[in-house]
């Protein structure tokens, strides 16, 4: 059907019309790039990147984190930038000194822990250390998923890693070195917990490779600035009661020897052989700590059966942890009475005593599955769920 020179008219200015909005808008978004090029910024930076020259920066978008359990989770990140200028120091006895953070100028958009451990009197000065490290909110983030063997000490000159798995038989390098291999990293996510922007507690267990020995533990908050909106780590702490007050000496004395009998006696299954002399000599060095939670999603209760953590999510826990030769060390962990029965509170009356009980304990850490066939009498393996890691 043959059209109209009327209608020929108006198709022809309407195909002009989008020639000249297409050449309008190329020409502007030409001048809008050429004037963020001239301004000194990264046209392609993430949101919360500095624009300095910073070391350590995320690699990618598509971050991998390792759960407790060993599975992988994809990252939801969420708003907000990150302070790496700070590196935190704090003694754990003996001569020995946890490190954690970067002191690196500008922000991020990820806080980089980089722990590290000195021992002034160790006698190999490449001991390698082990840094079992748990948040109370979101997990956290390892640039390397390929892990090593836990005893094995010859880690071309590393010294520092993050301990990965249930019986501690597994670690990744934890040191920031660059974009790539930033170690360990927190990153705030809406997708743990519903309380993003609410900051995080780290604790960490600092553990040497060579023989499972707990070197001693530590406790940082990270931090949210709600009006810069921006994270940093702080308050780093040697978490043992005896530093944080959480109990009087008198009380955590008296942990002890309680804790002796249970690993000598435990129950009717366990057959450890450990002597109360060697136990009493290793509780000179005993860590107690205050945790919100268990170390993991399960203990073992004092009859020796699995059950959950969450339990004991409404108790203030109580982990004492003894070094035993050959054994790594055990934790044992204690709550207030009224707690253990269900209660709310610590005591039943304000003037009350705190009267601490054994709730249960881990099993032996930081043996591989492999290694308690090799220690434990047939029984305790399956005492100490062992197939189950």
């Known amino acids: ?13 309407a195909l002009i019309g989008m020639i000249l909005a297409v050449v309008v ?6 001048m809008r790039i050429k004037e963020k090029k001239d301004d000194g910024k990264d046209p392609t930076a993430r949101p919360g990147d500095a624009q300095t020259d910073i070391v350590v920066s995320p690699a990618s978008e598509d971050e991998i984190v390792i759960l407790e359990d060993g599975n992988q989770a994809t990252r939801v990140r969420s708003e907000g930038i990150y302070d790496n200028s700070c590196r935190l120091s704090v003694q754990t006895g003996y001569g020995m000194t946890f490190f954690l953070g970067l002191e690196q100028s500008g922000v991020t958009d990820a806080l980089y822990l980089n722990p590290h451990f000195e021992y002034d009197y160790a006698g190999n000065p490449n001991e390698a250390y082990g840094y079992l490290m748990r948040t109370d909110r979101v997990p956290l983030e390892y640039s390397e998923t390929s892990a090593l063997p836990a005893w094995n000490t010859e880690y071309s000159g590393k010294t520092d890693f993050a301990v990965i798995g249930r019986t501690y038989d597994k670690v990744v390098p934890a040191v920031a070195q660059d974009q790539e291999h930033y170690g360990v990293r927190w990153t705030d996510s809406p997708a743990y917990g519903g309380l993003e922007n609410a900051g995080d507690t780290l604790r960490v267990l600092i553990i040497r490779l060579s023989d499972g020995t707990l070197m001693g533990a530590a406790h940082a908050d990270i931090l949210f600035d709600k009006a810069a909106k921006e994270y940093c780590l702080g308050n780093l702490i040697n978490n043992d009661v005896k530093h944080t007050n959480k109990l009087t000496t008198v009380q955590r004395e008296h942990l002890l020897p309680e804790t002796i009998q249970y690993l000598i006696n435990g129950n ?14 290793q509780a000179r060095s005993a860590v107690v700590e ?10 073992y209760d004092a009859d020796g059966n699995v059950v959950s953590s ?8 109580y982990a004492v942890n003894i070094n035993c030769d050959g054994y790594g060390f055990f934790t044992v962990y204690f709550v207030p009475e009224p707690q253990a029965n269900g209660l709310a509170a610590r005591t039943l009356g304000e003037n009350d005593e705190l009267k601490l009980v054994l709730i249960g304990y881990d099993a032996f850490a930081p043996f591989t599955v492999e290694s308690f066939n090799s220690y434990l009498h047939p029984d305790d393996v399956g005492l100490f769920a062992a197939a189950d890691y």
């Open 1 to 13: 059907m043959r059209r109209s020179p009327v209608v020929m008219l108006i198709i022809a200015i």
């Open 25 to 30: 808008f190329s020409t502007k978004e030409e």
């Open 268 to 281: 009717e299954q366990m057959t450890l052989g450990i002597t109360e002399e060697e136990l009493e000599t």
């Open 290 to 299: 205050s945790v919100t939670r268990t170390y993991y999603n399960r203990l």
């Open 310 to 317: 969450g339990k004991f999510s409404n108790c203030d826990i």
